[in-house]
């Protein structure tokens, strides 16, 4: 019998079927009609059940297409993409003219940078994370306090740290110089009429101030315009393809039952490696499916690496339930989307989670460090040590992690069967 527990567990949407199919005759069948490419020479099968059952479900073959995002009525518009992939790479939506999104999130870098902590106009407190396979996440940045990732592209332009610019001013650039594909995409501008220079609820006394004097329904049309902004750039990021890797290759050689080719693809100690990430190494528990993550939250008992005690997810949970450009807020368009009511069901459940960050996906990992939700670790053998003796935590509660008890060797596959998930150029 198949431990489909251990692979499936708590599943978000887009792992679902993948889960589903552990029941059915075809997988069945599947496993009884493997022919002899499958076999080693001494005619016994290299992988048991449970491992090629967990292979097929880490294959980029079993990642579906990405659901619709009802908050998002452009999310899937070609024309909304083309003008968000613009707004993305565009630095005057900064206070210094200098930063854009693409100053973080590099797309030769896997839409990240490789800092140990991002920098905008000034560094942050975290290290940037790859864009790469977030449309599938519900949850968006290190601490989920973003549901969607048209809201999570606002946040970083007000942050004093990133962007540094405001509500007002990002208004009038959209207005001075993409009105017209503005308007292409969500129809005629908003009347916001004269409007400061410089005002949000957020930042300085100044600007927030600056922001009181308007009337209503010139934040009202200001926010509209704002929230779209946002929305374009997630129709671009839903575009950005998650890579195929050399496991995706070894992972399609043993689905067609040869091994023959499987093993030129990956070494023996890659082999091993894998064996190891599916049992012993206990990686599936949180990096599971074809995007190896399932996006939930963890305290794993990091160093803290400043004075100040970062607590992660907890707090985050607060702010989105207050946060205006939620799902569930008034700019939503699809306030009562049934992926809205599943998303505050988690967040009610997470709240308690001080110290705990989202599981990264790894894949293309070894070609993005360094490590963790602060850039502590330099190399993928530090990570790898922290699970194999992992540290109490320095506050919250790890609940997660047990010694493993690994070899220097067994470490040593682990690395290198991760390294098979490097992007191919």
């Given at each position: 019998m198949l431990e489909i527990n251990r692979y499936c567990g708590t599943v978000h949407r887009w792992t679902q079927s993948v889960c589903d199919l552990a029941t059915t005759a075809a997988f069945g069948a599947f496993l009884f009609l493997l022919g002899p490419h499958a076999v080693s020479a001494d005619g016994t099968l290299p992988w048991s059940t449970e491992?090629?059952?967990g292979i097929r479900t880490l294959s980029?073959?079993?990642?579906?297409?990405?659901?619709?995002?009802?908050?998002?009525?452009?999310a899937d518009d070609p024309k909304a993409a083309a003008l968000g992939q613009k707004l993305f790479f565009d630095p005057?939506?900064?206070a210094n003219g200098e930063v854009s999104c693409s100053s973080c999130h590099m797309p030769d870098q896997q839409f990240?940078?490789?800092r140990q902590v991002g920098h905008g106009i000034k560094d942050v407190k975290r290290r940037t994370p790859t864009l790469v396979g977030s449309a599938y996440s519900p949850f968006q940045f290190w601490d989920g306090r973003k549901d969607s990732q048209w809201s999570q592209a606002l946040g970083p332009l007000e942050s004093a740290a990133e962007h540094g610019a405001d509500r007002t001013m990002i208004v009038q650039v959209i207005a001075e110089n993409y009105r017209e594909e503005f308007e292409a995409v969500f129809?005629?501008?908003p009347d916001f009429g004269i409007l400061p220079p410089h005002a949000s609820p957020l930042g300085s006394p100044k600007k927030i101030s600056a922001w009181t004097t308007l009337k209503a329904a010139q934040r009202q049309s200001v926010n509209v315009i704002f929230s779209n902004m946002g929305k374009a750039i997630a129709a671009f990021e839903r575009t950005i393809p998650v890579p195929i890797t050399r496991f995706d290759d070894f992972a399609a050689a043993i689905a067609a039952n040869d091994l023959l080719s499987a093993n030129k693809i990956f070494s023996e100690s890659e082999r091993n490696g894998l064996k190891l990430f599916l049992g012993g190494g206990d990686c599936l528990r949180c990096h599971k499916g074809p995007l190896f993550t399932d996006m939930q939250f963890y305290?794993?008992?990091l160093p803290d690496m400043t004075t100040k005690t970062d607590s992660g997810r907890s707090p985050a949970a607060y702010d989105l339930k207050n946060d205006p450009f939620s799902c569930l807020g008034d700019y939503s368009d699809s306030s009562g989307a049934r992926g809205c009511l599943k998303n505050l069901t988690i967040l009610y459940d997470l709240t308690d989670d001080v110290g705990a960050f989202k599981s990264p996906t790894l894949r293309g990992v070894a070609q993005r460090p360094p490590y963790m939700h602060n850039g502590k670790f330099a190399t993928l053998r530090d990570v790898l040590k922290h699970y194999n003796e992992p540290p109490k935590a320095l506050f919250g509660v790890t609940k997660l992690l047990a010694?493993?008890?690994?070899?220097?060797?067994?470490?040593t596959d682990l690395e290198l069967f991760l390294k098979t998930l490097d992007t191919k150029h």
């Open positions: 491992e090629l059952y980029i073959a079993d990642l579906r297409p990405l659901s619709p995002d009802e908050t998002n009525r452009v005057r939506f900064s990240q940078d490789g129809g005629a501008f305290n794993l008992g010694p493993l008890k690994l070899t220097d060797q067994q470490l």
